[in-house]
């Protein structure tokens, strides 16, 4: 053998263990690579899991908070509802009384008009001068007119007025001289207003 042949084996021989550890080389770097991959797709896994039951905690007290605050409208709602309630009961026990009881102080500034209006009867059984039994029912009279001024109940002013149609009612029209045309001569029954809302026109003959 030539010392040449001999150095052409060696060369082929490293040649051949450079390429096997080349191979191995690469086949080394795949199996890290792989692994590598793998390391991080699980740390991913490991690392979303945390997150995710994170947000499922977040959300669930976000359904508790929303369902304890509607709870706080409807009990809210079931309060206001029961107060309106007593409102309207009360009112209309309210306005039930106020129509039942509406002319309780008209009813008690009469009676003592009619308690007058019985003494004077009384009285004028055995009265001998008809000038107490005048004065007993011109004070009768006056109690009376001074109980419906405190109700706003007004006699109208018609004696020499100018006729008003939506205070007056013609009886009947006759010549008086000396009398202005139009106007009111007589008063055969008063007319009488409430607040100043016409209660009964006067009843007046009037001047042609």
């Avoid at 409208?73 to 206001?80: E, G, I, Y």
């Avoid at 405190?150 to 009612?169: R, T």
């Amino acid at each position: 053998m030539s010392v040449k042949q001999t150095t052409e084996e060696v060369s082929e021989e490293q040649v051949v263990e450079g390429e096997l550890l080349e191979a191995e080389a690469e086949e080394t770097m795949v199996e890290a690579e792989q692994e590598a991959t793998q390391v991080e797709d699980g740390s991913g896994e490991e690392s979303r899991e945390p997150e995710q039951i994170s947000d499922t905690d977040v959300l669930q007290q976000e359904i508790e908070q929303l369902k304890n605050q509607a709870q706080e409208s409807l009990d809210k709602a079931v309060r206001a509802h029961a107060e309106l309630d007593n409102v309207r009961k009360r009112t209309l026990r309210d306005v039930e009384n106020a129509h039942k009881y509406a002319l309780e102080k008209f009813v008690n500034a009469l009676l003592p008009v009619i308690d007058s209006m019985e003494l004077g009867i009384t009285a004028a059984e055995s009265a001998d001068e008809q000038s107490n039994l005048k004065e007993g029912m011109d004070l009768t009279l006056k109690m009376f007119r001074d109980a419906l001024e405190k109700f706003g109940i007004a006699e109208i002013e018609s004696q020499g007025q100018k006729f008003d149609p939506e205070k007056h009612e013609a009886v009947s029209m006759q010549e008086l001289e000396g009398a202005e045309s139009g106007t009111v001569t007589a008063v055969l029954q008063k007319g009488y207003a409430l607040n100043g809302r016409l209660v009964r026109p006067a009843m007046v003959v009037v001047a042609k």
